[in-house]
Nanobody
Framework: QVQLVESGGGLVQAGGSLRLSCVAS????????MGWYRQAPGKQRELVAR???????NYADSVKGRFTISRDNAKNTVYLQMNSLKPEDTAVYYC?????????WGQGTQVTVSS
């Protein structure tokens, strides 16, 4: 099992920045990929950004050029740097790991962007 703990959410004004962190523990060996997803009220959970063990990344079109995903293998941590935040970025952000086809999720962290 992989345990994930997110942090870094909060309230920010439009145009501001936040950095989310996700620390992985447990059976972290051979995690294939990690990603950030978000879920706004009344909407489905959606992919925000994903990074593979090889460092390849992909982003939702809505965040390209504003968000950056990165990982620090020594700290077992994945980050999501969010710049130029918009009110429509408001959501609960979840960290996800993928290991041998099995997904693990964190508890989520709230991001609220005021206009």
């Amino acid at each position: 099992q992989v345990q994930l703990v997110e942090s870094g959410g909060g309230l920010v004004q439009a145009g501001g920045s936040l950095r989310l962190s996700c620390v992985a523990s447990g059976r972290i060996f051979s995690i294939n990929a990690m990603g950030w997803y978000r879920q706004a009220p009344g909407k489905q959970r959606e992919l925000v950004a994903r990074i593979t063990s090889g460092g390849s990344t992909n982003y939702a079109d809505s965040v390209k050029g504003r968000f950056t995903i990165s990982r620090d293998n020594a700290k077992n941590t994945v980050y999501l740097q969010m710049n130029s935040l918009k009110p429509e970025d408001t959501a609960v952000y979840y960290c996800k790991s993928e290991r041998y086809g099995v997904a693990s999720w964190g508890q989520g962290t709230q991001v609220t962007v005021s206009s």
